[in-house]
Nanobody, 123 residues
Framework: QVQLVESGGGLVQAGGSLRLSCAAS????????MGWFRQAPGKEREFVAS????????VYADSVKGRFTISRDNAKNTVYLQMNSLKPEDTAVYYC????????????????WGQGTQVTVSS
């Protein structure tokens, strides 16, 4: 049974930082592309960032470039999202995702989703 468990969300003031973690189990993590999505109230889920199995081919949404950093530790089966210079518009539920193909992950149709973690940025 595949599980993706996010942690690290919370309430932070604008300009602050948070680091999200996603621990994966039940899948060959080291060969899976991993990514982060987010969904704000009343909006559709949107792509945030992805990272290929070897740590390369990193892609970011334009809205987070230069502020967010995705990374992974294959020894710990964990992917991270370091979020700096947070803005109120970053407020959303953040979801971890896993897929054997980067293109389908980025397209928003990954094989697996986590349950999400809330990030709230106050102004």
């Amino acid at each position: 049974q595949v599980q993706l468990v996010e942690s690290g969300g919370g309430l932070v003031q604008a300009g602050g930082s948070l680091r999200l973690s996603c621990a994966a189990s039940g899948l060959p993590f080291s060969i899976y592309a991993m990514g982060w999505f987010r969904q704000a109230p009343g909006k559709e889920r949107e792509f945030v960032a992805s990272i290929k199995w070897g740590g390369g081919s990193i892609v970011y949404a334009d809205s987070v470039k230069g502020r967010f950093t995705i990374s992974r530790d294959n020894a710990k089966n964990t992917v991270y999202l370091q979020m700096n210079s947070l803005k109120p518009e970053d407020t959303a539920v953040y979801y971890c995702a896993a897929d054997s193909q980067t293109r389908t992950l980025v397209a928003g149709t990954p094989d697996y989703w986590g349950q999400g973690t809330q990030v709230t940025v106050s102004s």
